[in-house]
């Protein structure tokens, strides 16, 4: 398979909570391993004079957090630690750390809060300068940006996903393959006009330590067909107390929420269909993720096929190959300066579970009830 960007590993800890309490502790410990992570990939000029501080949790709902220079101390929300995504809390986490090297590091205590040295620090850190105050979290942009983009394509792409459940199945094969037709023209169509965007980065899947062969495939199917860069970033992993990785995708907020509904579709068929596949059978290590590379590639090729079939001879429709978008390029190389690239094989690989992946790949229809789109983790917003 092609490389998939990762960051490397940061600091790690030990055993998971088994209370209340206990959880806590595991977030605040968390706390630490993040920041620990964030200073080593700062300049070494930076990140090597920059020293540990005291981790806290308020009770306050007026903001998400703040850094105490007299107390040396980061204090985040109870509410935003206990009720929202660790990338959200990650985020607000990164902006006060910024204040902390802004104070510390470049001196910025004679400048405003939010200064030119605090956005130096931001930049340095890759934090989101505005994640601040009552800012509105993640998800919450997420969903207002898509719901804000409406137009006829995308109007024509949510019918045509509620169309691909249709009980006919060459209607819904049809309907899926138009719709991925259509999400490639509307982005082309925007890269070549240079039209300006907002960019936005989420984690989807869950953090863990570690992560199988056919989850880096699934990254790569991300990247190539719906408009998004994928890369795995060190993340905590709440039930171990340890530091693992994450699949963090970057994009605009409609392709994102795109990329999101086909990762998880896509994890919970492969799911589904392995337990179908393994039931009564010896279950060797590393088959279910032979069997899962099997299905992404049997998807991947049946949208290959489908792309193939509405290229004409003369070429007239290359466009519809995915173009790189230097708007997204840009914001994700200020994000993520240092990135290394690597290849996972597999030294053995099950050849019947793949080969019973791919065909179900092959006969995959990815789909969406007009009943599931919306705000709660849908696709594309209904219709008006």
């Known amino acids: 398979m092609s490389g998939l960007k990762k960051l490397r590993m940061p600091y790690e800890g030990d055993g998971p909570p088994p209370d209340p309490t206990e959880r806590e502790r595991s977030i605040l410990h968390g706390l630490a391993c993040e920041w620990e992570g964030a200073r080593r990939l700062l300049d070494p000029d930076y990140g090597r004079h920059l020293r540990r ?82 800012f509105p979290l993640l998800i919450e942009r997420l969903d207002r940006a898509a719901a804000a983009t409406r137009d006829r394509q995308l109007e024509r792409i949510r019918k045509l996903l509620a169309l691909a459940g249709s009980a006919n199945r060459h209607e819904a094969e049809a309907a899926m393959l138009k719709a991925h037709e259509l999400i490639a023209r509307h982005n082309t169509g925007r890269i070549a006009r240079a039209e300006p965007i907002e960019t936005m980065s989420i984690f989807v899947g869950r953090p863990a330590l570690r992560h199988r062969r056919d989850h880096y495939r699934l990254a790569a199917l991300l990247s190539e067909f719906y408009f998004v860069l994928p890369i795995w970033v060190p993340a905590y992993v709440m039930e171990r107390s340890r530091m693992g990785r994450v699949l963090e995708i970057s994009g605009t907020p409609r392709n994102i929420r795109t990329a999101a509904y ?4 896509m994890q919970r068929v492969i799911g589904e269909e392995w337990q179908g596949f393994a039931h009564g059978k010896a279950r060797r290590r590393g088959r279910a993720s032979d069997f899962g590379v099997g299905v992404i590639e049997g998807f991947r090729a049946r949208l290959e096929s489908g792309r193939a079939q509405r290229l004409p001879a003369d070429g007239t429709e290359a466009a519809l190959v995915p173009l790189k978008d230097p708007v997204l390029e840009s914001y994700f190389k200020r994000r993520y300066p240092h990135t290394v690239r690597v290849t996972r094989t597999a030294a053995r690989v099950d050849r019947r579970a793949l080969n019973a992946g791919r065909d179900v790949g092959r006969r995959l229809v990815l789909s969406q009830p007009v009943a599931e789109i919306g705000a709660s983790g849908g696709l594309l917003p209904p219709a008006e």
Do not use: K
């Open 53 to 134: 501080p005291l981790f806290a949790l308020t009770d306050g709902r007026s903001r998400w957090g703040y850094w105490s220079a007299d107390r040396r101390e980061i204090c985040l929300s109870r509410h935003l630690v206990l009720n929202h995504a660790w990338d959200a809390v990650r985020e607000v986490l990164f902006h006060e750390m910024a204040h902390q090297l802004a104070d510390e590091i470049l001196g910025a205590g004679g400048e405003t809060a939010h200064g030119p040295l605090f956005h130096l620090a931001c930049d340095r850190l890759g934090a989101n300068p505005r994640a601040s105050g009552s």
């Open 262 to 265: 086909v990762h998880a579709f």
